[in-house]
């Protein structure tokens, strides 16, 4: 084998191999709950979050549940998870970092999880659990590249080579004793990014 035919190899091996590559093996739903937020991943739509329609991060989602039979990820024994609240907390203090706390559903969330304190059903957990991931994958998006698309006002930033592989994020953050602290590193981490929050507190 070549020196060159080694390295398009190599190369080939290292893109394949890649997050922005991986290709979950998807594991079919064996629950009510599990099936539920797969048909909801597929419509790309719940009616019940401040924008229903999260298609553009209906692939992210698949890959995220798709791996696990769809199963319930910020909620254990019918009780939400540390992560999930402090996760849901974050989405409530949203306006504080420059996004609208309102686009992740910060009001909603202090009812669905009193609503959640009762007997809820297999559904409502699978409900909560999906509301969560989708607005957690557009908070991440916002709080990192930002709210606007720089191609849909003809300003030609590649964001791209920027994005997170958005469902190994997921995995972290819900495997973490410290979620908080992997948001934090989603942040611009420039000295002005802290500087204009100082302002906007202000």
Same mark, same amino acid.
């Given at each position: ?22 290709? =979950? ?5 064996? !629950? %009510? ?6 048909? *909801?991943?597929?419509? /790309? ?68 999880? =009193? ?5 809820? !059903? %297999? ?6 659990? *999906?509301?969560?991931? /989708? ?68």
């Amino acid at each position: 084998m070549t020196a060159m035919r080694r390295s398009s190899t190599l190369l080939l091996l290292l893109l394949v191999c890649s997050p922005a590559f991986a290709q =979950t093996v998807e594991v079919p739903p064996t !629950t %009510e709950g599990g099936k539920l937020i797969q048909s *909801l991943i597929t419509a /790309a739509r719940m009616d019940e979050l401040r924008w229903p329609d999260f298609n553009d991060y209906r692939k992210h989602l698949r890959n995220f549940y798709g791996g696990i039979g769809y199963g319930l990820v910020w909620s254990r024994g019918g009780h939400v998870t540390p992560q999930a609240r402090t996760i849901i907390a974050l989405f409530e203090a949203a306006d504080a970092k420059g996004v609208n706390s309102v686009d992740y559903d910060g009001p909603r969330w202090h009812d669905r999880l =009193t609503a959640l304190e009762r007997t809820p !059903t %297999e559904t409502d957990l699978a409900r909560f659990d *999906l509301a969560v991931s /989708a607005s957690l994958m557009r908070y991440i998006s916002d709080l990192h590249i930002g709210r606007i698309n720089p191609r849909n006002v003809r300003f030609d930033l590649d964001i791209e080579a920027k994005k997170y592989y958005l469902p190994k994020l997921l995995t972290d953050i819900r495997e973490s004793n410290d979620p908080g602290a992997i948001l934090a590193q989603v942040e611009p981490q420039y000295p002005e990014y802290r500087r204009l929050q100082t302002a906007l507190a202000t």
